[in-house]
């Protein structure tokens, strides 16, 4: 899970969603790429609203583009 509002990994502090939450949030929506696709979207509104001095194509990189 994400400490919020910085948006790092709880057990290993990397940027979540770091490499073992993308294989559980794969592993969780299974062949629905779609879902996954947009709960990681939902998220990321939220994480572009707490970390404003973000830049959001590094954020839609690091929250979405991985579920292609």
Do not use: I, K
Request: glycine share 2%; charged share 25%.
């Amino acid at each position: 899970m994400p400490r919020r509002p910085q948006w790092d990994c709880q057990a290993c502090e990397q940027p979540w969603p770091c490499d073992p939450a993308r294989v559980r949030l794969a592993e969780e929506f299974g062949a629905n790429r779609v879902n996954l696709s947009m709960y990681v979207s939902g998220l990321l509104d939220v994480a572009l609203e707490e970390l404003p001095t973000a830049h959001t194509a590094d954020l839609y990189d690091r929250f979405v583009a991985w579920t292609r």
